[in-house]
C-alpha cells in the first residue's frame, strides 16, 4: 500500500536521527552546550511518530498493513533496478518501536552517564547516527539498502566502541568488531550477488515472490550466506568473539548497540527472508545448531566472567542464540524469536543500565569480585536489576517467562532435542543472572578503599525504572492484549504444532530447571564468602573464562596465518618483484658501462669509426643497387 | 680523354687523403689530408658533370669549395688555441673528452 496520512513521514523517521548526527558531528564546538539536547530530541520526537504510526496501523485491517514510500530512484543499471524506498510493515513496526522507544531511553540515560565527558557531543552524533542507520536497516524495502543501513550500524558500532580512543583496550576492541563484522557482510554482499542473479531484482517482494522458482540448492547457498551474515552481525559462533571486547564503549552503547538493537539486526534478517529459509531446510537446520551452540556458549562464558558488562555480554549471546534457534525453526519458531527479541531488548537495556548505574556508584569499577551488597545503597539500581533478572531468567509473570517459554514450546514442537537444550540453557541462565545479582548486591562489602557508593541521579534510574515496568509487563501485553502471534503472521507466518508433554507440565519443568540453577548460584554466591581474587578454578571455569578459547582459535586460525601471508607477499615483493626492477636497472646500467668505453677521446678513433661507418654504407648502397 | 680515368684519379686522391687522416700523427698534416680528400670529391663532381653533359656537377664543386673554406677556417683556428695552451700539434694529446 502507498504511504499516505502519517506514513508518508517514514522518511522522517531517518532523516531526523541523520540530521541530528550531522548537525552535531559537522557542527563542532559551537554546538557542544546544546547538542546533546538535540541528539536526546531527535530520537524522542521519532518515538512519538512511531507510536502515532503503531496506532495508525492499528486502525488498518491485517492484510492492509504494508505501507511503502518511494523516496527516488537510486540505481538504475540495465536490469538492475533498486530504489531508495521505505516499507514498514508489522514486523518492521515492531523494531521501529523498539529501536525508537529504548534508543530514546537511553539517550535520556546517557544525558547523566556521560555528563562528565568532555567529548559528549561526540557521542550523541554516534548515536543518532546509529539510530538513522538502525531504522534505514529496518525499513529498507531491499536488500542493498539494507546492507547500506547493515553497514551503517557497523560503522556506529566502531566508533562507539572506540569513543574512549586514547585506551589502547577500546581502540583494539572497535577494531576487532569491525573486522568480525566485515566477515559476515561478506555473507550478505554474496547473498546480494547471487539472489540478483537468480531472481534479476533484490527488492523484499520480487525475491520472496519468486522464491518458489529457484531451485533448493541456490535457496541453501543464500540461506547460509544469509546466516554467515547473521552470525557476523549477532555475534553467533563462529564470529562471537567481539561481542565481549565490545564491553570496552561506554555503558549505553552496550546497552543499545549490542544488547537491543544492532545484535538483534541478524534476527531480523533471518525473519525478514523466512520465505526463503522455508523452502531451504538444510539452510534452517544451520540456523538452529548454530543458534544452539552459541546459546550454550554465551552462557558459560556468563558463568565465569567476573567484569560485570561481559557477564552481560555472554547472556546477549546467548538469549541471541535463543532467538537464533526460534527464527530457524521455521513458521512456528518466527513469531517468538520476534518476541523474545522485543522483551529481551527491553530487559537487557534495562540489566546493562542497571550496570551502569552500579559502575557510577563504583567509580567505573566493573569487577563484581569488588562490589557487594550494594542493595541498602542503590535501591532503584538493585530493584530494577532485580526486576530484569527475573524477567531474563523466565520466571512468571514477567515479560521474559512468556518468551522464553514460548520459545521452549516451539523447539520441542520441532525436535525434543533442541527443546531440551533450550531447556538446559535456561537453567545455566538461571545460575549466571543469580550470580551476578548475589556478587553485586548481596553478601559483604568487598569494596576498595576510595569508593562510596552511592544511588544514580534520576536522569539514570527513571529510565531504568521505565524499562523495569517494560521488562514485568511487555510479555504479557504483547501477548495478550497486542496478539503478537496474529500480529506477525502476515508476515512470518505461524503454526503450531502439538508437543507429547502438556504445556503447563513443560511450563512447570522449565521453571523448575531454572530455579534450580537458581539456587545453586545463591549457595554459591550469597551464602558461601566471594574472594576477592578470583580462585584459580576448575577447567571448565577457567575455560569459560577464556571466552571458550574463542580469541585462541581465531588467532591461530585466522590471524597467524594472515601475518604469515602478509609476510610472504612482503618478502615476495622484495626478493622478486623490486629484484626484477632492480635487475633490469642493473642489466641497462652494466650495458651502458661496458659501451661508454667507445669514448676513448682519441681523435684518431673517432676519425676511424667514421671511416669504417661510411665503408658500410657504401657496401649497403652496393649490395642493394647489384641486387 | 676517358673521363672514367679523372674518377680512378678522384679515388686514388681521396684513399691517400683517408689513409693521411688516420696515420699522420701532426694536426696541420691532417688538415692537408682533409684538404685533399675534399679536392678529390671536388674532382669527381667536375669528371661526372663532363660524363652528364650538364654543368650540376660544377655547381656542387662551388659549394664544396667554400665549405672547405670556412671548415679550414674554423679548424686551423682551434689547433692555433690548442697550440698556444698545449705547445703541441700532436692529435692524440687532446684526449679529456672521454669516459
Not at chain 1, 552496550?254 to 534476527?267: E, F, R, Y
Not at chain 1, 549466571?432 to 545479582?437: A, D, E, K, N
Amino acid at each position: 500500500m502507498p504511504a499516505t496520512g502519517v506514513f508518508s513521514l517514514l522518511w522522517l523517521l531517518i532523516a531526523l536521527p541523520l540530521a541530528g548526527a550531522a548537525i552535531l558531528l559537522l557542527g563542532g564546538r559551537r554546538t557542544n552546550k546544546w547538542g546533546p539536547y538535540l541528539g536526546v530530541l531527535t530520537v524522542v520526537v521519532d518515538a512519538i511518530l512511531a507510536i502515532w504510526m503503531l496506532l495508525a496501523m492499528m486502525g488498518e485491517g491485517a492484510e492492509e498493513r504494508t505501507f511503502n514510500d518511494n523516496v527516488y530512484s537510486w540505481v538504475f543499471a540495465g536490469s538492475f533496478k533498486v530504489d531508495m524506498a521505505f516499507q514498514l510493515d508489522q514486523l518492521s513496526m515492531v523494531f521501529v518501536l523498539l529501536i525508537t522507544i529504548v534508543g530514546s531511553l537511553i539517550h535520556i540515560y546517557s544525558l547523566g552517564y556521560m555528563s562528565h565527558d568532555p567529548d559528549r557531543r561526540k557521542f550523541f552524533g554516534f548515536l543518532n547516527l546509529f539510530v538513522a542507520a538502525m531504522l534505514l536497516l529496518v525499513l529498507a524495502n531491499n536488500y542493498l539498502l539494507m546492507y547500506v543501513g547493515w553497514e551503517g550500524v557497523g560503522l556506529a558500532s566502531y566508533l562507539l566502541i572506540g569513543f574512549w580512543q586514547w585506551k589502547p583496550a577500546a581502540a583494539a576492541a572497535a577494531k576487532k568488531a569491525f573486522i568480525i563484522n566485515r566477515v559476515g557482510d561478506v555473507g550478505l554482499s554474496l547473498a546480494i550477488m547471487v539472489m540478483f542473479v537468480t531472481f534479476g531484482s533484490v527488492s523484499f517482494d520480487e525475491v520472496f515472490g519468486s522464491a518458489g522458482q529457484a531451485s533448493e540448492g541456490t535457496l541453501t547457498a543464500i540461506g547460509l550466506l544469509l546466516l554467515l551474515a547473521a552470525c557476523g552481525k549477532s555475534a553467533q559462533f563462529p564470529l562471537q568473539a567481539w561481542l565481549l571486547d565490545a564491553m570496552e564503549g561506554p555503558t549505553p552503547v552496550s546497552a543499545l548497540i549490542h544488547a537491543a538493537t544492532m545484535v538483534t539486526a541478524g534476527v531480523y534478517l533471518i525473519t525478514r527472508s523466512n520465505a526463503i529459509f522455508d523452502l531451504a531446510s538444510w539452510a534452517a537446520t544451520a540456523v538452529v545448531v548454530i543458534g544452539v551452540i552459541t546459546m550454550f556458549m554465551g552462557a558459560i562464558i556468563g558463568c565465569a566472567k567476573d567484569d560485570i558488562k561481559k557477564s552481560l555480554a555472554g547472556s546477549t549471546m546467548s538469549q541471541i542464540g535463543y532467538m537464533v534457534v526460534a527464527a530457524g525453526l521455521g513458521p512456528v519458531g518466527y513469531v517468538f524469536a520476534i518476541f523474545h527479541l522485543l522483551t529481551h531488548g527491553v530487559f537487557k537495556a534495562g540489566l546493562f543500565l542497571g550496570a551502569g548505574s552500579v559502575m557510577h556508584g563504583m567509580k567505573d569499577n566493573v569487577n563484581m569480585r569488588r562490589y557487594g551488597a550494594l542493595r541498602g545503597l542503590m535501591v532503584i539500581t538493585y530493584g530494577t536489576f532485580v526486576i530484569c533478572t527475573l524477567s531474563i531468567m523466565g520466571i512468571p509473570p514477567f515479560s521474559g517467562f512468556w518468551s522464553k517459554d514460548s520459545i521452549v514450546h516451539a523447539a520441542f514442537e520441532s525436535n525434543t532435542l533442541v527443546g531440551v537444550c533450550t531447556v538446559l540453557a535456561a537453567g545455566i541462565t538461571g545460575f549466571y543472572m543469580t550470580r551476578m545479582v548475589a556478587m553485586t548486591f548481596f553478601g559483604k562489602a568487598r569494596w576498595e578503599d576510595d569508593v562510596h557508593p552511592h544511588e544514580s541521579p534520576k536522569v539514570m534510574t527513571i529510565p531504568l525504572v521505565i524499562l523495569a515496568i517494560g521488562a514485568t509487563f511487555l510479555g504479557m501485553a504483547l501477548l495478550f492484549w497486542g496478539n503478537i502471534e496474529t500480529w506477525l503472521e502476515p508476515v512470518v507466518g505461524y503454526e503450531e504444532h502439538e508437543i507429547a508433554i502438556p504445556e503447563l507440565l513443560l511450563m512447570a519443568i522449565t521453571l523448575v530447571v531454572v530455579l534450580a540453577g537458581a539456587a545453586f548460584a545463591w549457595i554459591q554466591y550469597a551464602r558461601r564468602e566471594v574472594p576477592v581474587l578470583e580462585p584459580h578454578g576448575n577447567l571448565l571455569t577457567r575455560a569459560a573464562r577464556s571466552e571458550l578459547y574463542g580469541n585462541e582459535i581465531n588467532d591461530s586460525l585466522v590471524v597467524q596465518p594472515s601475518f604469515w601471508l602478509s609476510r610472504f607477499l612482503v618478502w615476495f615483493d622484495n626478493a622478486w618483484v623490486d629484484g626484477f626492477v632492480n635487475s633490469s636497472a642493473a642489466v641497462v646500467g652494466g650495458f651502458s658501462g661496458q659501451l661508454r668505453k667507445v669514448q676513448t677521446g682519441f681523435i684518431r678513433s673517432y676519425a676511424l669509426s667514421m671511416v669504417g661507418g661510411a665503408v658500410l654504407v657504401v657496401l649497403a648502397l652496393a649490395l642493394v643497387r647489384l641486387s | 680523354m676517358n673521363p672514367s680515368n679523372y674518377i680512378i684519379l678522384s679515388a686514388l686522391l681521396f684513399s691517400i687523403g683517408t689513409v693521411g687522416v688516420l696515420v699522420r700523427r701532426n694536426a696541420i698534416v691532417v688538415f692537408m689530408s682533409v684538404e685533399l680528400m675534399l679536392n678529390a670529391s671536388n674532382l669527381a663532381f667536375v669528371a661526372f658533370a663532363r660524363m652528364h653533359g650538364n654543368l650540376d656537377g660544377q655547381m656542387v664543386a662551388f659549394f664544396v669549395m667554400v665549405v672547405a673554406a670556412a671548415e679550414v677556417v674554423v679548424g686551423l683556428a682551434i689547433i692555433v688555441t690548442i697550440f698556444r695552451s698545449r705547445r703541441s700539434a700532436s692529435i692524440d694529446e687532446p684526449n679529456l673528452l672521454k669516459y
